[in-house]
């Protein structure tokens, strides 16, 4: 039984707004109620009043307007990504849009068009037949809009920013119904606000994102064992001070569990990896990875790839997974934090986690800002390539285990507590929205600036906090 009873509308009022949409409509205790209000993370216990299957613009306008007169919020959701921050849904409708995956690519000017369900490979595969690249995630299955309204930090990172910053437009409706485009010259408010502010103005329904022109990358994993966690972290982490901004890492502590959705030759073993992204050609790459490379690694899969290749690197699971995670931003990554994450996750810890990773961040993440184009202090500097960001912080960790019973998730979540007390002398001011994985508002993970004027413009788009949306922006008063 539920704690909070939710508020169900009645009957009638969803027969009259199922007459009045494409989609579908599902009612607690309905055929598909428990299937379509599941999130990516099975350890998480959505529960809705209603669950709404929009298929275009239109049908969110009405679910919007339906949702308001029924004195409901709404709760936008694609994949069910990130969605262990949410509020309680018991007073909302889940809107889940992944019914609304269609995307254009335009090479001429190098944009993708992206509706509110698409994931990240139904645009990197088109924009790659014109050799273009995304500003894609680092798994196939994330959905571009959750991913790109929270920040985005993927394999072309530290040369292009943040993935929020190569929006050049939005289409959002409002809470009142209204569908409205955001881009520099109309609504410059919202589009700002749509730039990495985590998409609490309204339902997005669309986005435009810019292309890179990159047909080819070097890229790959170096397989270590695990008892060498602390020699390769250390090194890894010298060599990442000299690297250039087109290339882009992370240092990871990987146990994968006896299962056979792991492939053979890793099952049921233990390493410590480094994942690396170059945008150059492969003798640049080769030279580039050599230090790391002379360590001798027990597997080395690095080639030239399409950019498409890149969501495979990480090795993301393709399906929902029971697990628990978080994450934390570091201001600093010094010999001290290597020392601590490998005390915590590596060798003879006795930790549960399947994978501990620090993703580096610097180059174009790092760079002092001469405009305030967004909420995560982007540049938005002029010429094709599109805006940059810039992020504080050295290095961004996230921790996660698998949790298939209750009791491994409060192991797991114990231990990943563990992995940020240990880590805590050199945290950064704020967080990042798509690594802090637990409860906060958005002042955990935007600089006090941005979000003192998201505050503003939530009062006056949103006042009455009708979009949920993961670490809300509170209304100022």
Not at 335 to 351: E, L, N, R, Y
Not at 420 to 436: C, I, Q, T
Request: aromatic share 6%; with cysteine.
């Amino acid at each position: 039984m539920d704690d909070n009873p939710p508020t169900v509308p009645a009957q009638a009022e969803l027969d009259v707004l199922r007459s009045r949409i494409a989609g579908d409509v599902i009612g607690r205790g309905e055929d598909g109620f428990d299937a379509t209000r599941r999130a990516f993370l099975l350890t998480l216990d959505q529960r809705p009043a209603m669950v709404a299957l929009p298929q275009s613009a239109h049908d969110v306008q009405e679910i919007v307007r339906f949702a308001r007169s029924a004195g409901l919020r709404v709760a936008p959701q694609s994949t069910g990504h990130g969605a262990s921050p949410l509020e309680d849904l018991g007073d909302a409708i889940l809107l889940k849009t992944s019914r609304m995956r269609g995307a254009e690519i335009d090479p001429d000017t190098r944009t993708a068009r992206a509706q509110a369900g698409a994931q990240w490979q139904d645009v990197t595969g088109p924009a790659a037949e014109h050799g273009l690249a995304a500003l894609a995630g680092s798994a196939a299955n994330v959905g571009v809009l959750g991913y790109t309204l929270g920040g985005g930090i993927g394999w072309l990172a530290r040369k292009y920013g943040l993935s929020a910053n190569s929006v050049v437009a939005a289409e959002l409706v409002l809470p009142d119904g209204t569908l409205v485009r955001a881009d520099p010259t109309n609504e410059p408010d919202l589009f700002w606000a749509t730039r990495g502010g985590g998409g609490g103005m309204g339902v997005v329904s669309a986005i435009e994102v810019a292309l890179y022109p990159v047909r080819e990358l070097y890229a790959g994993v170096l397989f270590f064992p695990i008892e060498r966690s602390a020699e390769v972290l250390h090194a890894w982490r010298e060599w990442t001070a000299s690297v250039p901004d087109e290339l882009t890492s992370i240092g990871r502590i990987v146990q994968f569990p006896p299962i056979p959705d792991v492939p053979e030759q890793v099952r049921g073993q233990s390493f410590v990896l480094v994942e690396a992204a170059y945008l150059g050609q492969e003798r640049a790459g080769e030279a580039l990875m050599r230090p790391l490379r002379e360590l001798g690694p027990a597997m080395d899969t690095f080639a030239m790839m399409p950019p498409p290749g890149l969501a495979a690197l990480h090795m993301d699971p393709p399906e929902p997974v029971p697990a628990r995670g978080d994450g934390v931003l570091l201001a600093d990554t010094p010999v001290g934090a290597i020392d601590a994450v490998v005390a915590v996750a590596g060798p003879d810890s006795g930790s549960p986690l399947l994978s501990v990773e620090l993703r580096q961040l610097g180059g174009a993440l790092a760079r002092t800002t001469a405009a305030d184009a967004g909420p995560q202090r982007p540049q938005r500097p002029q010429g094709p390539q599109g805006p940059q960001a810039t992020l504080a912080g050295s290095c961004a960790v996230f921790a996660v285990g698998l949790a298939p019973t209750p009791e491994m998730g409060e192991a797991v979540a114990a231990h990943v507590r563990q992995v940020k007390g240990a880590l805590e002398p050199w945290r950064a001011e704020y967080d990042y929205f798509n690594v802090l994985d637990s409860p906060g508002d958005g002042d955990a993970v935007l600089p006090p600036d941005s979000y003192s004027r998201l505050r503003q413009l939530k009062a006056r788009y949103d006042p009455d906090e009708s979009i949920v949306s993961a670490h809300p922006i509170r209304p100022a008063v």
